[in-house]
């Protein structure tokens, strides 16, 4: 499942349920309506993205939801940066 959380080391998902390796933009830019998940942070947010949700991407998916099912997220087609 995508998450939104920010670039900041420290705020980056552990994989405590599911296993991240790449984030992504959403549409627009990571400036734009998507903040970091995490309490209090108020920094903009990028879109964690599971391997599987990452083959999904190569394949040309561009909507992915989150786990919450409250919303789904539309990602820009530049590719997901592994970190």
């Known amino acids: 499942m995508a998450i939104c959380r920010c670039k900041d080391e420290k705020h980056q998902p552990k994989g405590k349920k599911h296993n991240y390796k790449f984030y992504a933009f959403p549409i627009g830019d990571e400036n ?6 995490r309490r209090k942070c108020k920094n903009p947010g990028v879109i964690y993205l599971t391997k599987s949700e990452h083959n ?3 394949k040309g998916e561009r909507i992915f939801r989150f786990e919450s099912n409250t ?5 820009e087609d530049k590719a997901p940066v592994k970190f």
């Open 32 to 37: 734009t309506a998507f903040i970091c998940g």
């Open 71 to 75: 919303s789904k997220v539309m990602l």
């Open 56 to 58: 999904d991407f190569t």
